[in-house]
């Protein structure tokens, strides 16, 4: 089968640094997508990842492991307006290029 | 800057009523998507369609249909709705091609209560 888990929920206060774990069991794999999610929005596209390592955009930095089927999302010099579900997705095998979603993080930053 | 539109943000329909949801996408992008979102539960994907009246089942594809006359547009069809399709849909498009290329896009989403 194919499963991807994330934390349900994490909090963390203004200015710290936070990771979101994401591991995934997927039949292949051609590239993991973070998307954030503000209340009552749609996604929108934070990073992606194919090979091994990090790749750092600004204050978002995502870090992709494939043997070990791993991923992360680090945030660092959180803001409130940080405050949102992060999901994390994976592309499998096929040609269709449809993404498989995790149940997403929901993060709260606080003062 | 890609613009994916749902025609409807709120809807209220009755038990066993047609429900039709609009999509429409700018980018000339050869793929498109419909998901839905349940609490606990994620995205979970419905139909998908990578051309022109050509389309393909996600994962929960019962109780719906789509329709795909042009390849802007993207309907998701609810024959006969029913309490348990009440969500959130989301609408979301790509371009047909590996890579963050393919990065799909979401529109604003449809929020369907069914009573």
């Known amino acids: 089968g194919q499963n991807i888990d994330q934390p349900t929920e994490m909090t963390a206060t203004e200015g710290a640094i936070v990771q979101i774990n994401c591991t995934y069991q997927t039949s292949g794999f051609n590239g993991l997508f973070w998307y954030q999610q503000h209340a009552g929005e749609a996604p929108t596209f934070l990073s992606y990842?194919?090979?091994?390592g990090l790749e750092e955009k600004g204050r978002f930095s995502s870090f992709l492991s494939r043997s070990k089927g791993y991923s992360y999302l680090l945030l660092k010099e959180l803001q409130m307006k940080d405050s949102a579900s992060y999901l994390c997705a994976v592309r499998g095998e096929d040609s269709s290029y449809k993404l498989i979603f995790g149940s997403g993080t929901r993060l709260l930053v606080r003062p | 800057d890609v613009k994916v539109t749902q025609s409807s943000r709120y809807l209220v329909k009755r038990t066993g009523e047609k429900v039709f949801l609009e999509c429409v996408q700018d980018?000339?992008?050869?793929?498109m998507f419909w998901y839905r979102q349940d609490p606990g539960l994620g995205l979970r994907l419905i139909y998908f369609?990578?051309?022109?009246?050509?389309?393909e089942k996600g994962d929960i594809p019962e109780g719906y249909s789509v329709s795909r006359e042009k390849k802007e547009r993207f309907s998701l069809i609810l024959e006969s709705a029913s309490t348990n399709q009440t969500s959130m849909y989301l609408c979301?498009?790509?371009?047909?091609?590996?890579?963050?290329?393919?990065?799909?896009?979401f529109g604003e989403g449809s929020w369907l209560t069914v009573v």
């Open positions: 369609s990578y051309d022109v009246k050509m389309k």
């Open positions: 980018m000339d992008h050869e793929n």
């Open positions: 990842n194919v090979l091994d």
């Open positions: 979301a498009s790509s371009l047909d091609r590996a890579g963050a290329g393919n990065t799909i896009y």
